[in-house]
DNA sequence: CTATTTCTCAGGGAAAACCCTGAGTTTTTT
DNA sequence: AAAAAACTCAGGGTTTTCCCTGAGAAATAG
């Protein structure tokens, strides 16, 4: 018997797994929750043997609660949820210790296969979301997906230029020097290739540089 | 007995959905589609009284999709179905057309309440979401209250700044002295409530100004 | 511990953007 | 035809951004 608890926001989802596993006798659903704190309660009282966890909750960053679940609970596997096949997304989860990725378009089978490798230590992600992994690290890509990486103090200040803030007003919210936020402006436009801070806000905007 | 289809490429939802109302005699479920294409299709058959449909699907954008499916069935009544309660989104969908907007954690109650309202012709509008338009047509909102007009060279010149060009450039595109152009630069910071051209082009993306 | 990256700061100059005022011309609206 | 709105341009000044070089300190990765 494998006990599951699900984390998930939207009752629709909640409701679409619990009536996926009603019949399913090796599986039970030992807690519904709709909240990163709901969860954190709960699980200090009992432990599931797999959490399906939505990414994108109200309270908390999915990411980070997957961190902080796994250093309560080490024996815990955690399954992330997503309605997004974000590669780099994908990555950041599995970085911090999930041990599947489902997207919300999977299938009971899907599902019950995917209980059954996390449980064995395995490592369970979609057909297509593999695939893509795999296209991104052998570099078979397209062209778009070259998400820059940027330090975080780069994101600090492209954050701060898309508020419309003059080098002058970032350097005092940050601390330092306006030279510094030069620097780290002229940075970010050799690093993304913009002419100028109106094609950084644009790239900003876009590739959504500035989520998490 | 109301007839209701879905369409959402995200099985769980579906399922969900089913789940919460498979015991309501008065509902009857007469299909659930994966994509536009599909949805399309079914309806040519047989149309529902009432179609559930994400905003998020694979092959089409949602408004496009409710723009046309009215466009061959008037007397359907169309509820979108998202996760983000993005507030502009949401006038955009209802001005195409849909009669209610719910969010994915929306409960049963709510589901048949939707329901009852659409089909008597009213507009069904979740109340957290009723609110935050509310908010913003009062003006409680910064900047997005009024939809400014652009006059024709503004929109070109704002065109032309989002395309990261300078004022120089701008000039000799346009055929027009610089002097000009910073004009019409500083006609938009006014109008549009901008501090600089990075305000201008986040502006211009948020509210899709020169969309025509 | 070492190598690399990131963060920090500066000088100095060119270019562009910002901001005001004022004003004639053309186009559109009434 | 008159009024309003939009388009045009300029003088003249301030502020900000852009761009280079160079370089030490701190944090991070291997």
């Known amino acids: 018997m494998i006990k599951v608890a699900i984390t998930d926001d939207h009752l629709l989802v909640m409701q679409g797994i619990e009536s996926m596993l009603q019949f399913e006798s090796s599986i039970k659903i030992t807690g519904k929750y709709s909240s990163a704190e709901k969860t954190l309660e709960a699980l200090s009282e009992e432990q599931p043997d797999v959490l399906l966890l939505d990414i994108n909750l109200p309270d908390i960053n999915g990411i980070d609660l997957c961190k902080q679940l796994l250093g309560l609970y080490p024996e815990l596997k955690i399954i992330a949820l997503s309605s997004h096949d974000d590669t780099n997304f994908v990555k950041r989860i599995l970085k911090n210790g999930a041990s599947g990725y489902l997207l919300k378009n999977t299938s009971k089978e899907e599902l019950l296969e995917a209980f ?3 449980l064995s230590d395995g490592q369970y992600l979609q057909p297509n979301i593999q695939q893509k992994l795999l296209n991104q690290s052998l570099g078979t890509q397209k062209r778009n997906t070259l998400k820059p990486k940027l330090t975080r103090r ?12 003059t080098t002058q007003e970032i350097a005092e919210q940050l601390f330092i020097s306006p030279k510094t936020v030069e620097t780290h402006r002229m940075n970010l436009i050799s690093k993304l290739g913009a002419r100028n801070s109106v094609g950084l806000v644009k790239i900003a905007i876009e590739q959504e540089l500035l989520k998490d």
Chains 1, 2 share one sequence.
Do not use: Q, R, Y
């Open 116 to 118: 059954e490798t996390v």
């Open 154 to 165: 780069e994101k600090e200040v492209l954050a701060a230029i898309c508020e419309e803030m």
